[in-house]
Each structure stands twice: as C-alpha cells, then as structure tokens.
C-alpha cells in the first residue's frame, strides 16, 4: 500500500512538471528547438558544490545532471547517467537511480516527447519502485 501511495506521489510530481513553465508546440521541430532554449528545473535541486565529488561518481554525475543548464542538456545527462549507474548496489544508489528515472521521463514529457516517457513508465515495477 505504502509503495503504491509513493508511486502515485512521484508520478503526479512527474505529470505537473515540477516548476517548469514551458508550452509545447504543435510539431517536433519547433519542440526540440525550444527545448534546447528553455531553463531546466529539477525537482529535486541539485547540490550546487558537485564538483568537489569525484566525476564518476553517483554523487558528481546526479548533481551534474540536476544542474544542467536547459531541457536538452538535461536529457543528454539523464541518459549518461542511467547508462552509466544503471545497476543499483544498495539503498543510496537505489534512490539516486530511481530519481534520476523519473527526472528523465519529466524531461520527456515536458519536451512534448510522450512515446519516450510513456516507454520509461512502462519500464517501472510499482511492486517494488525499480
């Protein structure tokens, strides 16, 4: 019950958008032209000193990817980094990876790219938030 409680949270959280305030336009090119130009905003802000993290690192590439600069870096970095930290090995990473997941689908969905989020949502296990 608890579980599904904080997946309904989240997936709300994802939905509203946390803060951005961009429309999407009509047609994919003037999409990813403005989201390229339009301000990126995390839910979770990221920890502005990141670099005295060791790159590489779940802490230093979280934070990189939490303080990029607009919709389109975002996406690039939020990718990397699930590439890169794609296996949890405990609970800390665990909770980097889940977030840094829907921040990834948020950034879909606020770019006007839903195939893309839908496909990141359908890959969620709501029994066990992975």
């Given amino acids: 019950m608890r579980k599904t409680i904080?997946?309904?949270i989240l997936a709300a959280a994802?939905?509203?958008?946390?803060?951005?305030?961009?429309?999407v336009p009509q047609n994919s090119q003037a999409r990813q032209?403005?989201?390229?130009?339009?301000?990126?905003?995390p839910i979770y802000p990221a920890d502005r000193s990141y670099t005295k993290f060791e790159a590489g690192t779940i802490l230093y590439d979280y934070n990189r990817a939490a303080a990029s600069p607009d919709m389109a870096t975002a996406e690039q970095r939020w990718n990397k980094y699930l590439q890169d930290h794609r296996q949890a090995q405990d609970g800390f990473?665990?909770?980097?990876?889940?977030?840094?997941?829907?921040?990834?689908?948020?950034v879909y969905y606020l770019q006007g790219k839903s195939p893309k989020g839908d496909m990141l949502l359908r890959q969620f296990d709501v029994a066990t938030l992975e």
């Fill in 6 to 8: 904080v997946f309904s």
């Fill in 14 to 23: 994802v939905v509203i958008g946390g803060g951005c305030d961009i429309s």
């Fill in 33 to 41: 032209s403005q989201s390229a130009g339009t301000r990126y905003k």
């Fill in 93 to 106: 990473s665990r909770n980097y990876l889940l977030s840094a997941k829907f921040e990834l689908m948020r």
